[in-house]
Structure formats: structure tokens, C-alpha cells
């Protein structure tokens, strides 16, 4: 039986001694006793009500009830705290469910990935997917060429195998960075309507052991199923770096991913209809194996653009820009040298900034010329506001341009400036490179002597105009520069009195070999002839740099004042005042 009632409990507390006494005098009406809870209520005659604790399951309260007549209700609440006692159950029962739930499905997530380690990340190209065509690729018409037969070779390969020519199974796109080989292998996407996957090297390594390799197992598989395919992939030299160069062997994940690859290009299940097309800028560390006729099958150069081609690539990244009447794509043509496709991409999009930012309507030559100062000079700091400090700076640059102009000729100057950049203690000259050497990549003694005489021509102008004792650090990167050259000339290239050797040490592949030498392979004989070669090479680049200024001294004046006044001299006015002054 269970009793609610409505009455408000007393302030007053009654001892249970004195709750005795009262069932005796017959004061209280009725008890509720709850055992379970070890209390009663006591309802009073006179409508008060307690709550009075006492011992459980107290037979005297019950004994002194039953005596005195008082109305007596034991609440068993064996019924209530089951029901508790269920729904406490109930909820943990659905809380443990709950969380087998989760961990279950978190399990099932973790063991999808871990099957997905093996799996290849590549992803299919279809002809309907790229928009990029040969057309769209300017500047490379070498290696554009070369792509081409290989396409052809896919749509119509009986006019090869009639001749018994077999398909090239691998093709490795090499040259410098921007100068296009991810564009042609989009190009050859779009173009060669086939199955076209591609994937970055760097995605076959894993922490794992083995993944990489299951990967390009998993790479393969693929496109035999869609044979006759091609496969890109870009960065090679991440995996395909020369074996055995680590600790201990080299036996890590990244060769365990290298041999599997080239098993899968030539191996002994052959992948009959499977071009495997890869880019890199470094060729010099890619495994010999990997190079060998039957995997890589050609190597296509990717090189930096001529002037024709340079053009080309300006006329396609030109041709969604609204270019003033005025601009001739010839002549930044010829300002560009040794620009590449993504540099001179670059340099139209600047230009494109710049005209935004004047609130302009058409891209003008300021606007390019602005942003070609931007890209190869670096952005403007402050203005120099001393006047001491710009006439420093002024001789240092127009030494510079002299001596260019002597070695080199007049034309080579682009221009002169004492304006800051960020990367240069204050102005900058700017020397066109020699187009020949760009297209052809060959060094001769004389064009690395001109490159130090002019380097240290800004340190020769200081010491003829002020004297040993008053020259500054201004050309501090013009020497660093120098002498960089020079220590090439003496230990790589052989261009110097100790002779043709190569003294270099070349153990940045050879890594763990190269921790544990602990001897040099020079002699410190030879060691201090090379230091006195460097020495004596840059002393006589110095004192030709100072014969040449010397001589022409004043068009150094004359110079430096215009260029103080104007702040920035370029090409039309440097030969303007040197078309008579300068001596040869």
C-alpha cells in the first residue's frame, strides 16, 4: 500500500524516544513505515506531520502501534525499487549496446582503410576530362614531336609493327622545373584517346612496409584492364632515387615500392599495350635500372624555351588577356631569357595584377615591365632617402653595367637601379643572359671570368672612386656570388692551374657511406692549393674589373649623376650616354 500525502511536513523535530511516549498518549493518528527507507511518517491528531528516522524493520514501533490501537501502514517498497532497480538495468543494457554499436562501426572504418592501404590512389582521365591539347603547349615543339608518335603508335600501331617496331614501353619527360612536362603529359591525355591515369610518386609510400609496392601492383592491374593505357606519373625521383644509398643498405619502403615498379615495367609477365609516361627534374639520382632500355625506353629533354618560343608561350597565355596595341610580344621575347613556361605564364598574370590595381582597362608595357621587376628583382622596400648612401649604391650598380658592357657588349645591360628590392641591399642591375649559353647549357672559361669580373665590378668602382680604405659591404652578394663560381671553376670544371680534376665531393647520394667516412678524399696539400687558386683567380678578376672602370671613369660620373637623379636608367638611356664614352 502506498500513501501520498498532501500535508507540509513540521519545523519541529521529535526525538524517537518521544514518538514512543506519544503512541502511548494517544496524540498520533496514523504511522507510515518504510523499512527499506528506515523512517516513518507520523501523522498527528492535530494535522502536524514528521518524519522521524529509526532502525530498519523495528519491531517496537510496530509493537507499540498495535497496542495503543494506531492506524499502522507498511510501505513495502521491494515493488518500487524493482522497477528502479529494471529501468537502471534497462538503461545500461542500452548504453552497452550503444557502445558496441560505435566500436563496431569505427572498427569497420579502420579495418576499410587498412584494406585500402594496397590500393592505388590513381585516378582515370578520359579524353572528355582534359581540355588541354599540343596546340595549347608552346615553346617545347622538340618534345611536343616526340609525343605525337607515341600517340600515333597507340591509335595506329600496324604502321609500326609492320616494321617491326614495338611500342615504347616507358618515357621519361626531363628538364628544369616550369618548363612544361606536366602540361604535355595533359596534352597527351586529351590527345591520345586512351585510358589515362595518373598519380604522383610520393602517393605509393606509406608508412607501412609494403604498401607502396601493393600499390603499384594495384596501379597496374588497372590499367591492364584497360589496356592499351598510359600511365603518368609525376615526381618519380621521390621512389625512383638510386638504390642502396641509405643506412645499413638502403632496405626501406621506398625500394621495396622501386622494385615492384620495375618488375611491373619489365619484368616476367610482360604489359603488353601499357606506356608508362613519368616527369622529374632530377635524372642525375634516378636508379640505372630504371634508365635502361626496356623500361624507360626514352628520355624526352624538356628544355627552357628560345626567344621563338618564348613568344609562342606569351601569345597562349595572352590570348584571354586584353593586351594594349602597343605591346610587342617580340621584344618581351627577348627580354626574357631563361624564362621558362611557367615563369613567363607567371609574368603575364602579374601584369594582369598590375593593370587591375591601376584600375585599367588594357594591359600596357608598364604594366609588364612593372611586373618583370617584380619577379626578377623582388619587391621595392623604402626609398633611400640619404644621399651619401644612393651615391654608394650608384657606383657599386653602374661598375657593374660598365664592366657588363665592355665583356659583353652594350646590349647586355637591361637596366640599372638604386631603388631597393628585398633581394639586395639597395638597387640592382640587371644583365640580359647570353642566349647561346641559356639554349645550349654549355660553359667556357671566358663567359665564368666575365661573370666574376662583373660580379666584383660594384667592390672595383668603390676602390677606384674611394680608396682601399673606404670601400663598404654593399657587394657583400656579388663576392658570395663570385666565389661561388670560382670554387667551381677549381673543383668541378677544371678551369684553373691545377688542372683538369674534379675534386668535389659527391656523397650526397651515398648518404650512410658518407657518415661514416670519417676521412677527407682531398690532401690538405691539395686542399690549400685550391684555397690559394680561389684566391688568386678573384684577385685578378678584382684588378681587371678596376683597369676597366679606371679607364672609363668618366662615363662612370656621368652615369652615376643620372642615375642618382633618375633613380632607374634602362637600356635606351645607358647606351644613349655610353654610345660615345665607353672604351673598350
Known sequence: MFFKSNFSYSNSKSSYSNILQEIDSGKIQSIFFYPRRREIDVLYKDGKKEKIPILYND????????????????????????????????????????????????????????????????????????????????????AAQELKEVITFLKDSKKFTDLGAKLPKGILLVGPPGTGKTLLAKAIAGESGVPFISIAASEFVELFVGVGASRVRDLFDKAKEKSPCIIFIDEIDSIGRQRGSGIGGGNDEREQTLNQLLTELDGFVDNCGIIVLAATNRPDILDSALLRPGRFDRKIEVMLPDVEGRKKILSVHSLSKPLSKHVDLSYWATRTVGFSGADLANLMNESAIHCARENSKKISNVHIENALDKLTLGLRTSVISSPNMKKIIAYNQVGRAIVSAVRNGIDSVDKITILPRSNSIGGYTKINPDEDFVSSGLISKKSL????????????????????????????????????????????????????????????????????????????????????????????????????????????????????????????????????????
Open 59 to 142: 519491531q517496537l514501533i510496530i509493537e507499540k502501534a498495535t497496542e495503543n490501537n494506531v492506524e499502522l501502514t507498511i510501505n513495502n517498497s521491494k515493488k518500487e525499487s524493482s522497477t528502479a532497480n529494471s529501468f537502471a538495468s534497462i538503461g545500461l543494457f542500452l548504453i552497452f549496446v550503444i557502445a558496441i554499436i560505435l566500436i563496431l562501426r569505427s572498427t569497420s572504418k579502420l579495418a576499410s582503410r587498412a584494406l585500402g592501404f594496397g590500393k592505388s590512389k590513381s585516378k582515370f582521365i578520359t579524353i572528355d576530362d582534359v581540355e588541354t591539347r599540343f596546340d595549347d603547349v608552346a615553346g617545347v615543339p622538340e
Open 449 to 584: 671570368l666575365t661573370k666574376i669580373e662583373i660580379a666584383l665590378a660594384g667592390r672595383a668602382a668603390e676602390t677606384v672612386v674611394f680608396g682601399k680604405n673606404e670601400i663598404t659591404q654593399c657587394s657583400i652578394y656579388d663576392i658570395s656570388y663570385a666565389t661561388n663560381i670560382v670554387r667551381e671553376m677549381v673543383t668541378k670544371y677544371g678551369f684553373s692551374m691545377i688542372g683538369p680534376v674534379s675534386i668535389e665531393d659527391n656523397n650526397d647520394i651515398y648518404i650512410g657511406e658518407g657518415l661514416v667516412r670519417n676521412k677527407s678524399l682531398i690532401a690538405d696539400n691539395t686542399s690549400s692549393k685550391i684555397d690559394n687558386e680561389i684566391i688568386n683567380i678573384s684577385k685578378i678578376s678584382l684588378n681587371r674589373s678596376i683597369e676597366v672602370i679606371s679607364k672609363n671613369r668618366i662615363l662612370l660620373e656621368k652615369l652615376v649623376d643620372t642615375l642618382v637623379t633618375l633613380e632607374t636608367i634602362d637600356n635606351e638611356i645607358f647606351k644613349k650616354i655610353s654610345f660615345d664614352l665607353l672604351k673598350v
